[in-house]
């Protein structure tokens, strides 16, 4: 009888198809551009934010979940009215850390996937905000009660989000 080990890392690294891998970020942050305008709820939720964490806990690779999170950002930096770089740093630092973490604790399970996006969307709003107030001296204000209702909103929207993008993983 031939026994072998498989390490955990291995067995759950997935990839996406390059359809999946570039349409995916691309109709969030389309969505993102334009369902707000129209329906002012979606002001709520950062679709490219969460695509960006379920694509780095999914392929588990920092350096992909840097560049996953570097492309996204600066894609959404250039629908906006803000300055180029300050969702690109905000979702890299996610991407990496997203990744980072996605190798260390089970991301299949819907408590742990909803926790993780409370706190990496805690973190691109610092992040954002830091580099808003700090480097690019915009005058925004910080609203606790607003950022931690939105955090749960998003938090909820992933946890339905990932389920659905769970039909597109490939085992790598």
């Not at 996610?94 to 969307?121: C, P, Q, W």
């Not at 480097?135 to 955090?151: C, D, I, P, R, V």
């Amino acid at each position: 009888m031939n026994l072998s080990y498989t390490s955990r890392e291995q067995v759950e690294v997935y990839r996406f198809n390059w359809p999946v891998a570039v349409g995916v970020p691309m109709l969030a942050i389309l969505m993102q551009a334009f369902l707000p305008v129209r329906i002012p709820i979606f002001r709520a939720f950062d679709l490219p934010l969460l695509v960006t964490i379920f694509f780095a806990i999914s392929r588990r690779s920092p350096v992909s979940g840097l560049l996953t999170g570097a492309a996204i950002g600066l894609t959404q930096d250039c629908l906006t009215h803000n300055m180029i770089g300050m969702y690109g740093i905000a979702q890299t630092l996610v991407g990496f850390a997203a990744s980072s973490l996605g190798v260390k604790i089970d991301v299949e399970n819907h408590y742990s996937r909803f926790l993780m996006t409370f706190g990496f969307y805690v973190l691109h709003q610092v992040v954002f905000f830091s580099i808003a107030r700090g480097m690019a001296q915009q005058t925004l204000s910080w609203h606790w009660g607003q950022q931690a209702a939105f955090g749960v909103a998003n938090s909820l929207m992933a946890v339905v989000l990932f389920a659905v993008l769970d039909n597109f993983k490939q085992r790598a």
